[in-house]
């Protein structure tokens, strides 16, 4: 593949424009194939894969098409006085062969979405699927070599061996989208070879909320945020974090709210979603007992089936609070003021994202000011990754770099800088050596 890419192939406009298209139909053609793969693996229904996982990306590249020429437009840059007559500008080339590594979680969404970036940046990519979203990884195996250009592009599937083998190679970048602790491994292995990494990883992220905001719409909004996926959502609110009396309303409305979407008997929803293994159930099963159940709880094994679960009154040293919940489990945890949410927040790893549903713009400007997070949003978790101008990232544990739409063009590219002076006159004859007459001056 980096033979492919030395002949220059995947650079022009024209072959990035053709690859963007032909995966757009791709998308467009194979609908229900893609949303059976997609059930098979986490029982989503075919509207959520619609709006979460293919419209994504399908949106990702109009958005794409739509600006490409001007993102690839070099950009002119000042030149001191001293180096005049001289022009500057940067322009973008692309890394070379990329390596994209997927979760399970959003197995089309996070392994085409960063493709969209690469290929639009003019590169060559391996994708490499999530195993534990198998029909999703075996979709993308047969369809992507057919519809792409098979020499610049190619899926790799395989779990931790293949993966491992994957990263003894030299890339031109590595693009990881898992936890914390692969995300090391991810990084030590580029380190190698000075290779580049994005790491897109997860962490608590929190939703605060305040006596004074309307806590019916909140409830609402978290309960969406929190339960589409079945929970196993890398933005979802982890936990709620409620100042004074906000815990006590809050809890009704949320069950009111889960009820409300998944009904009496969310096992048979058909809009509900199943967790992807086992192993991820014992551990989600495992969090139950912390806490007073508001609603849920619920479990079967067989089914891979949790209902979505609030818990009230707990304790910030509980299991539940000690790592990523990534499941339909959502504590509620109850401090005094937002002195105290803010330090809950600033005393802990940073979150892929802050979520606030407050009643005043003070609060709003001390959550901005005062604590740290990919992302921040007041009034919606989640959508703030539908917003294509938005950067998509961590920062600290939650991750490395940052995509979506033109930042998925800068994390793809190389911004060149090209100095260009003419020859014709040449003042710079004062600053070459022997120094003597300057020296005289001096
Ligand atoms: P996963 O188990 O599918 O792993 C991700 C990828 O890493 C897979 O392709 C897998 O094959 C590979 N992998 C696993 N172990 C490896 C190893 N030892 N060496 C090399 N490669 C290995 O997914 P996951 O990590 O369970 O995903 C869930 C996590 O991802 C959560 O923490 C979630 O918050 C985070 N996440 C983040 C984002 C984001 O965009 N920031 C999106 C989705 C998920």
Same mark, same amino acid.
């Given at each position: 593949m980096h033979t492919v890419f030395a002949t220059g192939r995947t650079r022009p406009a024209a072959w990035r424009r053709a690859q963007l298209r032909a995966l757009r139909a791709f998308l467009v053609d194979h609908q229900s194939e893609i949303s059976d793969a997609l059930h098979a693996d986490l029982g989503k229904s075919p509207l959520e894969s619609y709006l979460t996982e293919l419209g994504f990306v399908v949106n990702e590249i109009d958005h794409t098409l739509r600006h490409l020429n001007r993102w690839m437009r070099p950009r002119r840059v000042g030149v001191p006085l001293s180096l005049a007559p001289a022009r500057a500008r940067t322009v973008r080339e692309p890394l070379g062969t990329v390596l994209i590594i997927s979760p399970w979680n959003y197995p089309l969404q996070l392994a085409l979405g960063p493709l969209v970036g690469a290929l639009a940046a003019g590169n060559c990519a391996v994708v490499k699927p999530s195993e534990l979203a198998p029909a999703t990884s075996a979709l993308l195996a047969r369809r992507l070599p057919r519809v792409l250009d098979p020499e610049a592009v190619a899926v790799v599937e395989g779990g931790v061996p293949e993966t491992t083998a994957l990263l003894e190679q030299r890339f031109d970048h590595v693009f990881y989208t898992g936890n914390g602790a692969v995300g090391r491994i991810v990084m030590t292995a580029a380190a190698r070879h000075l290779t580049p990494v994005t790491l897109e990883l997860g962490g608590k992220s929190p939703a605060v909320v305040e006596p004074g905001a309307d806590l019916a719409t909140a409830a609402r909004r978290i309960a969406w945020g929190k339960f589409m996926n079945a929970g196993q959502t890398c933005v979802a609110p982890d936990y709620v974090l409620a100042v004074g009396d906000a815990a006590d309303e809050i809890e009704g409305h949320l069950a009111a709210a889960v009820r409300e979407m998944? #009904?009496?008997?969310?096992?048979? &929803?058909? /809009?509900y979603g199943r967790i992807v293994n086992e192993r991820h159930f014992d551990r989600l099963t495992g969090l139950l007992g912390d806490g007073r159940t508001v609603v849920g709880g619920e479990h079967d094994r067989a089914a891979r089936f949790i209902a979505p679960t609030v818990l009230a /009154?707990? &304790?910030? @040293?509980s299991a539940v609070m000690r790592? @990523?919940?990534? #499941?339909p489990v959502l504590p509620i945890v109850r401090v005094p003021d937002l002195d105290a949410a803010i330090s809950f927040i600033t005393g802990r790893d940073k979150p892929l994202a802050v979520y606030a549903f407050v009643g005043s713009a003070r609060s709003k400007r001390r959550l901005e000011a005062e604590t740290s997070s990919g992302a921040l949003a007041f009034g919606v978790p989640n959508a703030h990754v539908t917003v294509p101008g938005l950067p998509f990232g961590g920062v600290g544990e939650s991750g490395v770099g940052r995509y979506h739409g033109a930042h998925s063009v800068d994390t793809f590219s190389h911004t060149k800088a090209v100095l260009d002076k003419p020859l014709l006159l040449d003042p710079l004859r004062v600053a070459y050596p022997p120094f003597t007459q300057v020296k005289e001056r001096i």
């Open positions: 998944y #009904g009496e008997r969310p096992a048979e &929803s058909a /809009d /009154d707990v &304790s910030p @040293e790592e @990523e919940i990534f #499941g």
